[in-house]
């Protein structure tokens, strides 16, 4: 091999370790998210025995109200967070992923937590407080949890 090729290799080989991380960011390497349909109403009910993912940590369902809510119920190591799927910077819909969502028009993230970690999100996605009962998570939309986080864990852009 001479010293042109091998550069040409070399360089090629490195290009393809850096996207490794890259993918992490990426739509393709979204989590695989099932659609769970409700009634509407400020009371949902997502049966757990439909959605084994929510039994284990990061397991994560999208929620999609009747009455045009859509909702990420996510399985944490303390219990169950819902968020709201709607990006608090214009309201599009963001993508769940492992750590995390992020927001397909203008690029902002939010950690699991759903703090808003970068991008022009100016607030957190809002929470709503849930629970189990029995085999079934309830979610109360009448208000937001008094857990949502209240600060970006570094300054949002607006
Ligand atoms: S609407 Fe989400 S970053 Fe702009």
């Given at each position: 091999m001479d010293r042109r090729a091998f550069l040409q290799k070399t360089t090629r080989d490195a290009a393809s370790l850096l996207l490794v991380p890259v993918c992490a960011s990426l739509t393709s390497c979204t989590l695989p998210v099932r659609s769970h349909r409700t009634h509407g109403g400020p009371r949902m009910e997502?049966?757990?025995?439909?959605?084994?993912?929510?039994?284990?940590?990061?397991?994560?369902?999208?929620?999609?109200?009747?009455?045009g809510g859509v909702f990420f119920l996510r399985r944490t190591a303390s219990g169950h967070v819902c968020h709201s799927a709607l990006c608090t910077h214009q309201s599009c819909v963001v993508e769940a992923f492992p750590r995390g969502y992020e927001c397909p028009c203008h690029g902002s993230t939010y950690d699991a937590a759903g703090r808003?970690?970068?991008?022009?999100?100016?607030?957190?996605?809002?929470?709503?407080p849930s629970w189990r009962e029995g085999d079934v998570v309830i979610v109360d939309l009448r208000g937001e949890d008094a857990t949502t986080?209240?600060?970006?864990?570094?300054g949002g852009k607006s």
């Amino acid at each position: 091999m001479d010293r042109r090729a091998f550069l040409q290799k070399t360089t090629r080989d490195a290009a393809s370790l850096l996207l490794v991380p890259v993918c992490a960011s990426l739509t393709s390497c979204t989590l695989p998210v099932r659609s769970h349909r409700t009634h509407g109403g400020p009371r949902m009910e997502i049966p757990l025995a439909r959605y084994p993912e929510l039994e284990e940590e990061g397991g994560v369902v999208k929620i999609l109200s009747a009455d045009g809510g859509v909702f990420f119920l996510r399985r944490t190591a303390s219990g169950h967070v819902c968020h709201s799927a709607l990006c608090t910077h214009q309201s599009c819909v963001v993508e769940a992923f492992p750590r995390g969502y992020e927001c397909p028009c203008h690029g902002s993230t939010y950690d699991a937590a759903g703090r808003n970690t970068g991008g022009p999100a100016p607030r957190p996605l809002p929470a709503y407080p849930s629970w189990r009962e029995g085999d079934v998570v309830i979610v109360d939309l009448r208000g937001e949890d008094a857990t949502t986080p209240r600060e970006p864990t570094q300054g949002g852009k607006s």
